[in-house]
Nanobody
């Protein structure tokens, strides 16, 4: 069964940047409406940004102007460019098609001075 695998997380200072990647573990025939989610300690998982198969993007208010979601159609890979990171962006970040139920391992993003 194909899964999406997240990578690119790490430790960064406030104001810094990270670029997350989300790639399928195998070949997929379809282009999905994809979402980046995050879950901070003690909080519910939330949708951060999503991108439709046609490239229309939507962002959570708290990340607008700082995060950019994009995709590479031939590689079926989705990216999340995160700039001006804040302490409250610390979380495990996940990506998956909005229509899928299963979650991957996620990638940890820690913003700390």
């Amino acid at each position: 069964q194909v899964q999406f695998v997240e990578s690119g997380g790490g430790l960064v200072q406030p104001g810094g940047s990270l670029r997350l990647s989300c790639a399928p573990s195998g070949r997929l025939r379809s282009i999905y409406h994809m979402g980046w989610y995050r879950q901070a300690p003690g909080k519910q998982r939330e949708l951060v940004a999503d991108i439709t198969s046609g490239g229309v993007t939507t962002y959570r208010d708290s990340v607008k102007g700082r995060f950019t979601i994009s995709r590479d159609i031939p590689e079926n890979t989705v990216y999340l460019q995160m700039n001006s990171l804040k302490l409250e962006d610390t979380a495990v970040y996940y990506c998956k098609p909005l229509s899928w139920d299963d979650w991957g391992q996620g990638t940890q993003v820690t913003v700390s001075a």
